[in-house]
């Protein structure tokens, strides 16, 4: 790519993280869109949710992204354009015993009313937690967690559930650290409830995906419209009904994807897979 079809060529945009995010993200949005990324340094990000649970964020990953633009735009008031990246961690809607993890890059250009988001989701991640009431058990999920390059918080706990306002142990980076943590902890309460750091500067894997999620940002700005040239033209959609190859009825495999313009009317539909029939298999009437 030549530099100069950088479409933010010199622009300073504004991120609010606390957490070393722009490691990751400021590279990648230099040499993909140009933007010089800037931190608003005096936002205190934690104030719209925490992993570690003493704040909690209420509404969806993306509401928490766009709140810290908000405050990023407050900080920097001339700023153009605002950066924010939100990650959220849970069970796999689909695989039992899975965990995945999913990263956002929210970018908002103010002078153009323009918003768009990187997505990057994956089963690599250290997500857990473990209730344990001795050193042994709690060393055997810190190797799990990949501990000590990805860090642990240690925290109170009642009933096998979390209760970091009787403990809590946030920047636990080392085995002296965890020792003495869940020694204190299984003291005061019986057992400790240690969890896996997801904050990104305690978490290189969480760190890599963040990269990725920037990269996707990329990648969707620069695909635009064919009508009018606005960023952002990506599958908005995608329609199941693949026939079956034995039976001929719709089936709920995806035929087709259909992309859509945020500033037009315009869409395409195209096929979703080079295949033209489904395996019958995923059929209903004839394996129910
Ligand atoms: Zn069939
Ligand atoms: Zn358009």
Not at 79 to 94: D, I, K, N, Q
Not at 256 to 270: G, K, M, S, T
Request: hydrophobic fraction near 40%; glycine fraction near 8%; include cysteine.
């Amino acid at each position: 790519m030549a530099a100069d079809d950088r479409p933010y060529k010199n622009t300073v945009a504004v991120l609010a993280t606390m957490h070393g995010k722009e490691r990751v993200i400021a590279p990648v949005l230099k040499e993909g869109l140009g933007l010089i990324v800037g931190l608003a340094m005096s936002v205190d990000t934690d104030t719209f949710g925490t992993f570690s649970r003493d704040v909690e964020r209420t509404g969806s990953p993306l509401d928490a992204a766009r709140a810290k633009i908000g405050a990023g735009f407050e900080y920097a008031p001339y700023t153009r354009v605002g950066l924010a990246s939100e990650g959220s961690f849970g069970p796999h809607p689909h695989i039992p015993f899975l965990a995945l993890g999913r990263e956002l890059v929210l970018l908002i250009d103010r002078e153009r009313g323009l918003e768009l988001t990187g997505h990057f989701a994956s089963p690599e991640t250290n997500y857990g937690h473990a209730v344990v009431s001795d050193m042994e058990a709690a060393a055997a999920f810190a190797q799990r967690s990949k501990f000590p390059e990805h860090g642990l918080i240690v925290m109170g706990c009642v009933d096998e559930t979390p209760a970091p306002g009787l403990a809590l142990f946030k920047d636990v980076i080392d085995h002296a650290t965890l020792e003495k943590a869940v020694g204190q902890v299984v003291a005061k309460c019986g057992a400790a409830f240690v969890e896996a750091d997801m904050r990104a500067h305690r978490n290189p894997t969480r760190m890599r995906a963040i990269e990725r999620a920037a990269s996707d940002l990329v990648r969707r700005f620069r695909s635009q419209c064919p009508a009018c040239a606005h960023p952002g033209f990506d599958v908005t959609e995608r329609i199941t009904g693949l026939p079956c190859e034995w039976c001929g009825e719709p089936t709920h495999v995806t035929r087709a994807e259909v992309l859509a313009c945020q500033a037009c009317d315009y869409r395409i539909e195209r096929p979703a897979t080079s295949a033209t029939t489904a395996d019958p298999g995923r059929c209903e009437s004839c394996n129910p």
